[in-house]
């Protein structure tokens, strides 16, 4: 199931991956309403998304895959064809990602993507502690810490902050886990004549999921929750 689904999201329609994104594009100019909305789609686009259970990968543990976000954008996305050629019903992102365990319950993770035929790319990275490591009985809980940046988009400055708190429990090789979490992002446009203010946005995201461990290969299956609903999929290595 979790394979079959990984395999769904990434194999998008092409028309979904053309997102090259200029904001002096159009012949009418974004509104301040409109960037702000732009930049809560792209911000909760590009957030950093845990794809892992609450529970610390160990000292010597790490994790390597690739994985592929699909978000949703709004029905109402007429602020799109202000900004790209070909207004999406999607933002697919494909990226390759990395988590290493530390001691005391900390875990640190790194993630970088490319969307193709764009000039989107992000660069994020995590901090995450579990403060309550699990057991048999008790679930696993933690905090996180996360940091993203759009690259690419020369007329666009967008980052984000992240703070989550998660919990997970295994059962044998399934590890469901769900975590609520908060995302600022702050925007800023580089059009000489668009003349827009900055955004600084706070956005509350929920999300859930489910990791199954085979020997050396996981999957991962997450929905996060928030304006706009993102959904991915991964398949890593994992020691």
């Not at 995302?183 to 946005?201: A, C, G």
């Amino acid at each position: 199931m979790i394979f079959g689904l990984f395999l769904s999201i990434y194999s998008p329609p092409v028309s979904a991956l053309d997102l090259d994104i200029d904001l002096g594009l159009g012949p009418t100019l974004l509104s301040q309403e409109e960037f702000k909305d732009l930049s809560e789609e792209m911000g909760l686009a590009l957030s950093y998304l845990p794809l892992s259970p609450a529970e610390s990968l160990g000292i010597l543990g790490i994790d390597i895959g690739v994985e592929v976000t699909a978000a949703n954008v709004r029905e109402d996305h007429s602020y799109w064809t202000k900004v790209t050629e070909d207004p999406p019903s999607q933002i697919i992102l494909p990226k390759l990602h990395i988590q290493k365990g530390l001691p005391f319950g900390f875990d640190i993770g790194a993630v970088y993507s490319k969307v193709p035929q764009s000039n989107v790319s992000m660069v994020g990275g995590e901090l995450k502690w579990a403060f309550i490591s699990g057991n048999a009985v008790w679930p696993a809980v933690a905090i996180r810490g996360s940091y993203t940046r759009l690259l690419g988009v020369d007329d666009l400055e967008l980052e984000t902050i992240g703070a989550d708190l998660s919990i997970s429990k295994g059962l044998a090789f399934v590890t469901p886990y769900a975590g609520i979490g908060q995302v600022w992002v702050r925007s800023k446009e580089k059009v000489r004549n668009l003349d827009l203010e900055k955004e600084n946005l706070s956005l509350t995201k929920g999300f859930i999921g489910v990791k199954i461990s085979l020997l050396i290969i996981n999957f991962v299956a997450e929905a996060d929750f928030s304006k706009i609903p993102l959904y991915s999929g991964r398949i890593n290595i994992g020691f």
